[in-house]
Nanobody
Framework: QVQLVESGGGVVQTGGSLRLSCAASGSIFSINDMAWYRQAPGKERDLVAR???????TYPDSVKGRFTISRDKAKKTVYLQMNSLTPEDTAVYYC???????????????WGPGIQVTVSS
């Protein structure tokens, strides 16, 4: 079994910062891309940040310059540093990873259960 578990969410005021973490555990041979997505009520799940195994990062314009994704490969953990938060950033944030469980399997997508981030005005 493979699990992704997010932590670090909560309530913060406008202009504040939060740091999300997501740790992967279980039977894992290697992890390729890792990412953060978010879903606000009544909206689709959107990409927030993505990082490849070569540490190449991608951000949508909505968070570029405010959010930073990073990873610790030894700890199988991805982080999302969120600065200058606004109420529009309020959403459930989901961790994502492309994981290879063994050399006899193929890479598969895994999701964390999600964690709430609320930015108050």
């Amino acid at each position: 079994q493979v699990q992704l578990v997010e932590s670090g969410g909560g309530v913060v005021q406008t202009g504040g910062s939060l740091r999300l973490s997501c740790a992967a555990s279980g039977s894992i041979f290697s992890i390729n891309d890792m990412a953060w997505y978010r879903q606000a009520p009544g909206k689709e799940r959107d990409l927030v940040a993505r990082i490849t195994s070569a540490d190449i990062t991608t951000y949508p314009d909505s968070v570029k310059g405010r959010f930073t994704i990073s990873r610790d490969k030894a700890k199988k953990t991805v982080y999302l540093q969120m600065n200058s938060l606004t109420p529009e950033d309020t959403a459930v944030y989901y961790c994502y990873a492309d994981i290879l469980r063994s050399l006899s399997t193929t890479i598969a997508p895994y999701w964390g259960p999600g964690i709430q981030v609320t930015v108050s005005s």
